[in-house]
């Protein structure tokens, strides 16, 4: 029989242990395989980088979203950073409604064709996110109750893929 103080001890120091790697290769998989992942942007497993910070090192200082004009580039912070873990997540998840760049560099030399298709891309991911703010009764861009197109220059729109 046991000592009750050893037994005590021993219970401390297992529940101190890390998890065991299967439980982080579950907790990897799940979070991989998640589809709202995007909506806790910093959210992510041991030893892997968030959503956000995957969109932060692959665009950071240069992503269409930091050249919004007016009244875009008045929305919420918390906006912004579900826009890009979601944009992450796409092509995390290879989505085919992925915008083809995000680099303001590679978007200046695409075809017109491109452009427009990744503009209506843009469009939709930042629509999908402030619909799904609103919803929680937040104020993604200040005086807007309903997402206002943009991005798509009406003599672009015929080039979009249906």
């Given at each position: 029989?046991?000592?009750?103080?050893?037994?005590?001890?021993?219970?401390?120091?297992?529940s101190?242990?890390p998890?065991?790697?299967?439980?982080?290769?579950?907790?990897?998989?799940?979070?991989?395989?998640?589809?709202?992942?995007w909506?806790e942007?910093?959210?992510?497993?041991?030893?892997?980088?968030?959503?956000?910070d995957?969109f932060?090192?692959?665009?950071?200082?240069?992503s269409?979203?930091?050249?919004?004009?007016?009244?875009?580039?008045q929305?919420?912070p918390?906006?912004?950073?579900?826009?890009?873990?979601?944009w992450a997540q796409?092509?995390?998840?290879?989505s085919?409604e992925?915008?083809?760049t995000?680099?303001?560099?590679?978007?200046?030399r695409?075809?017109v064709?491109?452009?427009?298709?990744?503009a209506h891309?843009m469009n939709?991911?930042?629509?999908?996110?402030?619909?799904?703010?609103?919803?929680?009764?937040?104020?993604?861009?200040?005086g807007?109750?309903?997402?206002?197109?943009t991005?798509v220059?009406?003599?672009?729109e015929h080039?979009?893929?249906?």
């Open positions: 029989m046991t000592n009750p103080v050893e037994h005590w001890q021993l219970q401390e120091v297992n101190e242990r998890a065991p790697q299967e439980d982080d290769h579950q907790a990897v998989e799940n979070w991989e395989t998640d589809p709202e992942a909506k942007p910093d959210a992510v497993p041991s030893a892997m980088s968030s959503l956000l995957r932060r090192d692959l665009y950071e200082e240069k269409l979203l930091d050249g919004l004009k007016t009244p875009l580039n929305a919420s918390e906006f912004f950073d579900l826009v890009k873990a979601y796409l092509a995390r998840d290879g085919p992925l915008p083809l995000a680099d303001q560099d590679e978007y200046r695409m075809s064709g491109d452009k427009a298709v990744t891309r939709e991911a930042m629509r999908h996110v402030f619909d799904w703010m609103l919803s929680h009764g937040k104020e993604p861009i200040p807007w109750t309903q997402w206002q197109k991005g220059p009406p003599e672009m080039l979009i893929e249906n």
